[in-house]
């Protein structure tokens, strides 16, 4: 599951995936591979929808910090 708060990115998963985060122009500005249960921060991302990846899964997003 992936989860985004204000607070940043959570998720829980179980098996490893690879996860990464676009702007809708198709800029990469955030990637890992993510394992079990954790947060990642948004922090320093401007306001606006994103799109991401997570293993075969994608979707868009809505941040706003």
């Known amino acids: 599951e992936l989860f985004f708060t204000p607070a940043g990115l959570v998720y829980s998963l179980d ?13 990469q500005v955030m990637a890992a591979q993510l394992e079990g249960n954790g947060t990642l921060s948004t922090e320093g991302l401007a306001a606006g929808i994103y799109v991401y990846t997570l293993g075969a899964k994608s979707g868009k997003v809505y941040i706003r910090n």
């Open 15 to 27: 098996a490893p995936a690879a996860f990464a985060l676009y702007t809708t122009e198709g800029a």
